[in-house]
């Protein structure tokens, strides 16, 4: 969900975002200066895989410190909510949610998906999600974004597929190269949370944030628990 906020003068006065992507198998945190006419990355930080728990808060401080700012001059938390593994998503929002809650920060959560087809500069994109299926976003003239988890079933079903994909990874790329030989395939190096601030920026400028109440990870996968037990329909996210 979706909060429209009068923050405008907050972020005028706090023009700093915070970026923070942990849900790939590696990740990042950035710093962007953000005004009415542009916005400026200063710095990133990249994070190790399956470290997460450990390091993100340090290379938090440690990005505030070298940019000489501290949270009080942050206006906005910029959180990818996925998909990608269930540890990642939720490292990374629930920092954005103890950030926001703990120095009363707005947060923008951003799709990666969404993040890598504009790093792409097409309106679809894959991610590797295992067992032989991809995390797509897939925008057609004739069919509005939406984002899935697709194996051969959905392949199929998706007529006519789009003419371009954004792919980062083997694995999504080698799938819809067999799957869909005619699509052209963009790629791209994995998107960070630098590319994450830049999709948040128009966002941000409206002041359209999250509520923090209602914030949940952007999944797509059931869990093990739930594969393994009763089915249940294929989650399909419109966006």
């Known amino acids: ?35 009415e006419r542009e916005s400026e990355t200063l710095g990133q930080i990249e994070l190790e895989g399956r470290t997460y728990s450990a390091t993100l808060f340090t290379a938090i401080e440690e990005l505030l410190k070298r940019s000489g700012i501290t949270l009080k001059n942050i206006g906005c938390i910029v959180a990818v909510s996925g998909p990608g593994s269930f540890t990642g998503v939720r490292i990374s929002l629930s920092a954005a949610k103890g950030l926001s809650e703990g120095a009363s920060i707005p947060v923008v959560a951003v799709s990666r998906l969404e993040v890598l087809a504009l790093k792409a500069g097409v309106a679809s994109a894959a991610l590797d999600a295992h067992r032989h299926e991809v995390f797509l976003r897939i925008q057609t003239a004739s069919l509005p974004a939406l984002e899935l988890l697709a194996g051969a079933a959905e392949f199929a079903s998706i007529l006519p597929p789009p003419s371009q994909i954004a792919v980062c990874d ?15 395939l963009i790629r791209v190096l994995p998107p960070t949370a630098a590319d994450a601030i830049e999709l948040a920026v128009p966002r941000i400028r409206a002041a359209e944030f999250a509520d923090i109440a209602l914030l949940d990870g952007h999944y797509l996968r059931r869990s093990d628990a739930e594969i393994f037990g009763e089915p249940t329909p294929a989650a399909v996210h419109p966006t």
């Open 1 to 35: 969900m979706v909060m429209q906020v009068d923050s405008s003068q907050q972020f005028q006065a706090r023009p700093f975002a915070l970026g923070i992507d942990t849900c790939g198998p590696t990740g990042s945190v950035s710093l962007a200066r953000i005004n």
């Open 170 to 184: 083997d694995a999504a790329a080698a799938l819809l190269a067999s799957a869909w030989p005619q699509a052209e």
